[in-house]
């Protein structure tokens, strides 16, 4: 992606890289370091709560103190509220004026002025039907919100290298399963509303946002006795569309898993509820062991920083 590409134009050798999001309770950060070989190993990941928004700054200039994070490249992943993304058809233009067609298809299709909002967009794959035509996924972002984001991590002292999407984080951790080559579905549910992802060799398939979060799904009561039951179904049928669709638009037959994100608390309840209604398997991925890792994380950090582990990521996808 070419996001804001004009303020990280180059490289520098860095001990690693520190990911980190902006959530209205509190901050999710993740540090990966180089090893020998220039792979990256996890050594350390945490959600610090913080109850007003206006004490992130400090919390942020001392986690990043105490961690020496200025050391660190700095990856920032914007969270699913902070943009809006659009599926357009890519614009008969010439490559130097495409963000300025993308203005004016995407125009009525966001709820704020696409001329204060930053632009970028990422080649979406070609069906396998003849009338398949070349589509962009094209993400846009409040330019204000965006420079309140930069302004803090530089504040901290953090080298801003990245800005990075909720969707292409979460595919670095895909990327990471066994099923990686076969095609992999994968649900990150969060309190009210969930993303369902499937890729194939690092490529996006399906993006989907749903508002059914782990809150509606009282995931306290077992599945056979939860009165809940309408909003399990509604999410699976959302999931069983996505995988039906990927399966007649782009020709990939028979995605062999749906990976889950584990919660906090009553992953066990999910899962049996996803498998009491698709037909593939479905398991939880516990990410302490999925990537290279010096720390165990328990579900409730997993669950609020699956993100900014998979931005941790990236410079190793890119080089595959």
């Given at each position: 992606m070419q996001l804001l590409k004009k303020f990280f134009r180059k490289k520098i050798i860095c001990k690693g890289i520190v990911s980190l999001s902006f959530l209205q309770n509190g901050i999710a950060v993740a540090v990966s370091e180089f090893t020998k070989n220039n792979a990256l190993t996890l050594v350390h990941c945490e959600f610090i709560d913080i109850e007003k928004p206006e004490d992130q700054q400090n919390t942020l200039n001392e986690l990043a103190n105490q961690h020496n994070l200025a050391e660190y490249d700095c990856h920032l992943v914007l969270t699913t509220d902070n943009y809006r993304r659009v599926n357009v058809e890519t614009p008969a233009v010439a490559d130097n004026e495409i963000i300025e067609a993308l203005r004016w298809k995407i125009n009525e299709l966001i709820?704020?002025?696409?001329?204060?909002?930053?632009?970028?967009?990422?080649?979406?794959?070609?069906?396998?039907?003849?009338?398949?035509?070349?589509?962009?996924?094209?993400?846009?972002?409040?330019?204000?919100?965006?420079?309140?984001?930069?302004?803090?991590?530089?504040?901290?002292?953090?080298?801003?290298?990245?800005?990075?999407?909720?969707?292409?984080?979460?595919?670095?951790?895909?990327v990471h399963t066994p099923e990686n080559e076969r095609g992999i579905a994968l649900l990150y549910l969060q309190e009210f509303s969930g993303s369902l992802l499937i890729q194939k060799n690092t490529t996006i398939y399906v993006s989907r946002q749903f508002e059914i979060g782990y809150k509606k799904l009282s995931l306290a009561e077992p599945f056979s006795n939860n009165p809940s039951a309408n909003a399990h179904n509604t999410l699976a049928l959302e999931i069983q569309r996505s995988l039906d669709y990927v399966e007649s638009y782009y020709g990939i037959l028979h995605i062999p898993a749906l990976v889950v994100i584990p919660l906090a608390d009553n992953t066990h309840n999910l899962l049996d509820s996803l498998g009491s209604n698709l037909g593939i398997a479905v398991r939880a991925i516990d990410l302490s062991s999925l990537i290279d890792c010096d720390i165990l994380m328990d579900g409730r950090t997993q669950s609020l920083c699956a993100p900014v582990i998979g931005a941790t990521l990236r410079y190793a996808i890119e080089a595959t």
């Amino acid at each position: 992606m070419q996001l804001l590409k004009k303020f990280f134009r180059k490289k520098i050798i860095c001990k690693g890289i520190v990911s980190l999001s902006f959530l209205q309770n509190g901050i999710a950060v993740a540090v990966s370091e180089f090893t020998k070989n220039n792979a990256l190993t996890l050594v350390h990941c945490e959600f610090i709560d913080i109850e007003k928004p206006e004490d992130q700054q400090n919390t942020l200039n001392e986690l990043a103190n105490q961690h020496n994070l200025a050391e660190y490249d700095c990856h920032l992943v914007l969270t699913t509220d902070n943009y809006r993304r659009v599926n357009v058809e890519t614009p008969a233009v010439a490559d130097n004026e495409i963000i300025e067609a993308l203005r004016w298809k995407i125009n009525e299709l966001i709820d704020f002025p696409v001329d204060k909002a930053i632009i970028d967009y990422y080649q979406a794959p070609m069906g396998v039907r003849s009338n398949s035509r070349k589509m962009l996924e094209v993400i846009a972002s409040p330019i204000d919100l965006i420079k309140k984001q930069i302004e803090k991590c530089t504040k901290a002292g953090l080298r801003l290298k990245v800005i990075d999407i909720q969707e292409t984080a979460l595919r670095n951790l895909a990327v990471h399963t066994p099923e990686n080559e076969r095609g992999i579905a994968l649900l990150y549910l969060q309190e009210f509303s969930g993303s369902l992802l499937i890729q194939k060799n690092t490529t996006i398939y399906v993006s989907r946002q749903f508002e059914i979060g782990y809150k509606k799904l009282s995931l306290a009561e077992p599945f056979s006795n939860n009165p809940s039951a309408n909003a399990h179904n509604t999410l699976a049928l959302e999931i069983q569309r996505s995988l039906d669709y990927v399966e007649s638009y782009y020709g990939i037959l028979h995605i062999p898993a749906l990976v889950v994100i584990p919660l906090a608390d009553n992953t066990h309840n999910l899962l049996d509820s996803l498998g009491s209604n698709l037909g593939i398997a479905v398991r939880a991925i516990d990410l302490s062991s999925l990537i290279d890792c010096d720390i165990l994380m328990d579900g409730r950090t997993q669950s609020l920083c699956a993100p900014v582990i998979g931005a941790t990521l990236r410079y190793a996808i890119e080089a595959t």
